[in-house]
C-alpha cells in the first residue's frame, strides 16, 4: 500500500518525520523493535497510523504509565477517526466494565492502559477475545532499572506479552541510554542492534568545544567572553548547584547583564514567569538547573554553557542538544573544573542511599507518624542527624520508598505521604542501591573520558557512546576545528 498516501489522506500530514515510516513498516510486517525519537517528533503517530490499518478483530494495545495524558492521547487518536478508547483506575466501576464489554465485542481499534491492567483477570478474558495487532510499550525506559524512571509494574509487561502469544512489539522511549536500550532489549528478547531504531539523535548545527579551567574566577571570565560574543541571541547556562548559580547571577548583575533565573529554590509562579520571559525572547539568558527544559520548545536557542559538569553524557546531550533546534548553527561551551567532580560525586552518594538509611526513615514515618505527619522532611532530617543542608538522603529514600509502593502520595497531611506497607527484601534486591550507585559512577566515568577526549570529533563520540553509527566528523567542534 502507499503509505505517504494514507498518511495524507488519514492523518492530513504532508510527509513522515525520521523514522516515521521505517518504524511503521517494520511494525506492520510484524517485526518487534525498539525505536527512540525525541520528545514530541511523533511517536504517537506510529501506533496510531496502525491502528488505522487494523481490520476485523484486530487491535492495537498501548501500554503506558502516563495515565494523566490517556483522555487526551484517545482524544487526539478520535480526530484521525480511529476507534480508540482507554481504561483507567480514573474511570468507575462501571464505566471499565462496560468499555471491556465492548472490547470484548470487537469494539474499537486502539486501547491506552497502564500495566496494572493486566492484574485484573477481566481485562484478560476480554483481550483474549482479540487479535493483538501490535503490543505498543510506550515509554519503555520505565522498564529499566538504569532510567530515569523505573516503573517495577514494567517488568512483568514480557510475560503478559507472551501470555497475549507474543504479538509484535513496539517499545518507544525518547531517552536513549545504552544501558537502558540494552535492559529493553534483554526484557523483550530483543537484538541489538538489528531491532532497534534510532532517530533524530544526530545534530549536525551543534558545535561542541569544551574548556579546562580552574576556579570560579576563570569561568567567570570565560562566560562574560562568550556573553559579549553571543549579545542578544538567546541562550542557557546549566549549573548543578542553585549556590553557584545565585553566585553567578549576582556576578553578572555587578557586571549590569541582563538574565533571568530557573531553579527549585524559586516560587513556583517566578519559576514560571521566567521560563516565560526566556521562552518569549523578552530575556534572552536564562541560568538554570537541569530541571529546565523539559518539555520547552524554543527552536532559536543559540548557546547553551554548563558551568559544573552535568551527571553523564545522556545528560548533557540532552541538555545541549536544546540548542539548535531550528537547524541554525548552534554553540555548546563546556567549562569543565576537575574539582566539580567532586560534586557530583557526593550527589551520587545522596541519591541512592544505603538499605539501613531507607529502612531507618521507613521506621521513623511508621512509627513517629503523628509528628511526621506534621513536621514532614524537617522532622524527619533532624532524626537523620544532618548537619549539611543540601544532604538530600531523606528525600531520595521517600522518593524510592514511594516507588515500591511502600509509601504513597497523599495530599492530607502537610507531610504527603502516607505508608501502605512495610519493605520487604525483595525490594531491596530488586533496587539495589549500591548497584545503581555504581552504574552511575560509570556514566559519571564516561562523561569525564569524553571530556578529556580531544582526539576524536566530539559529535563521533557521543555517537558512539548511544551506539549510533555516523563516519562524518561534524567539522565545528573544538577537535575538528583544531582550537
Ligand atoms: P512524542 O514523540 O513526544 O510522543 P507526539 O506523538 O505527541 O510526540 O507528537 C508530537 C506532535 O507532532 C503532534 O502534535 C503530532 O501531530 C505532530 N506530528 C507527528 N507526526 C507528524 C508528521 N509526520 N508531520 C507533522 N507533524 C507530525
Ligand atoms: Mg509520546
Not at 157 to 171: D, H, I, M, S, V
Not at 382 to 404: C, G, H, P, Y
Request: proline residues 4%; contains cysteine.
Amino acid at each position: 500500500m502507499d503509505f505517504n498516501k494514507w498518511l495524507q489522506d488519514k492523518f492530513k500530514f504532508d510527509s513522515f518525520r525520521f523514522p516515521q515510516k521505517e518504524i511503521i513498516e517494520k511494525s506492520l510486517s510484524g517485526l518487534p523493535l525498539l525505536a527512540l525519537m525525541p520528545t514530541g517528533a511523533g511517536k504517537s503517530l506510529t501506533y496510531q497510523f496502525a491502528a488505522s490499518l487494523a481490520g476485523g478483530n484486530e487491535l492495537v494495545l498501548v501500554i503506558s504509565p502516563l495515565i494523566a495524558l490517556m483522555q487526551d492521547q484517545t482524544n487526539r487518536a478520535r480526530e484521525y477517526g480511529i476507534e480508540a478508547t482507554f481504561i483507567n483506575s480514573s474511570l468507575s466501576g462501571e464505566q471499565k466494565q462496560q468499555r471491556m464489554q465492548q472490547i470484548a465485542e470487537g469494539q474499537y481499534k486502539l486501547i491506552f492502559v497502564a500495566p496494572e491492567r493486566f492484574q485484573k483477570p477481566e481485562f484478560w478474558s476480554c483481550l483474549e477475545k482479540r487479535k493483538i495487532k501490535l503490543f505498543v510499550v510506550d515509554e519503555a525506559h520505565c522498564i529499566s532499572l538504569w532510567g530515569h524512571d523505573f516503573r517495577p509494574d514494567y517488568f512483568k509487561l514480557q510475560n503478559y506479552r507472551e501470555r497475549l502469544g507474543n504479538p509484535t512489539l513496539l517499545a518507544l522511549t525518547a531517552t536513549a541510554t545504552p544501558d537502558v536500550q540494552n535492559d529493553i532489549a534483554k526484557q523483550f528478547g530483543l537484538k541489538l542492534p538489528d531491532d532497534l531504531i534510532l532517530g533524530g539523535l544526530e545534530r549536525p548545527n551543534l558545535s561542541l568545544n569544551f574548556f579546562d579551567i580552574y576556579g570560579e574566577e576563570d569561568k567567570n571570565e570565560k562566560l562574560l567572553e562568550v556573553l559579549a560574543e553571543k549579545k542578544g541571541q538567546s541562550g542557557i547556562i546549566y549549573f548543578s548547584l542553585i549556590q553557584t548559580l545565585e553566585n553567578f547571577s549576582r556576578f553578572l548583575q555587578s557586571k549590569k547583564i541582563d538574565h533571568v533565573k530557573y531553579h527549585g529554590d524559586l516560587k513556583p509562579d517566578q519559576r514560571k514567569r521566567n521560563q516565560n520571559d526566556f521562552l518569549k525572547g523578552k530575556s534572552s539568558l536564562i541560568l538554570a538547573t537541569p530541571a529546565f527544559g523539559l518539555g520547552i520548545d524554543k527552536p532559536d536557542i543559540r548557546f547553551v554553557s554548563h558551568y559544573e559538569i552535568p551527571s553523564s553524557i545522556e545528560a548533557y546531550f540532552q541538555e545541549v542538544g536544546r540548542a539548535g533546534r531550528d537547524g541554525q548553527t548552534s554553540w555548546g561551551y563546556f567549562l569543565y573544573d576537575q574539582d566539580d567532580l567532586s560534586i557530583q560525586m557526593q550527589f551520587l552518594t545522596w541519591a541512592y542511599p544505603e538499605a539501613a538509611f531507607i529502612e531507618k526513615v521507613f521506621d521513623l514515618i511508621k512509627t513517629r507518624y503523628d509528628i511526621v505527619s506534621v513536621q514532614g522532611f524537617d522532622y524527619l532530617r533532624e532524626q537523620m542527624v544532618f548537619k549539611n543542608r543540601k544532604d538530600f538522603r531523606v528525600n531520595a529514600a521517600v522518593s524510592i520508598l514511594t516507588r515500591w509502593g511502600c509509601l504513597e502520595e497523599n495530599d492530607e497531611t502537610p507531610f504527603g505521604y502516607k505508608v501502605l506497607r512495610d519493605p520487604t527484601p525483595e525490594d531491596f534486591k530488586l533496587e539495589d542501591q549500591n548497584v545503581l550507585k555504581k552504574e552511575h559512577q560509570k556514566k559519571l566515568l564516561s562523561l569525564m573520558q569524553f571530556v578529556k577526549n580531544d582526539q576524536e570529533c566530539r559529535l563521533l563520540q557521543v555517537y558512539k557512546y548511544f551506539n549510533h553509527h555516523v563516519d562524518k566528523v561534524c567539522g565545528i567542534c573544538d577537535v575538528c576545528a583544531g582550537s
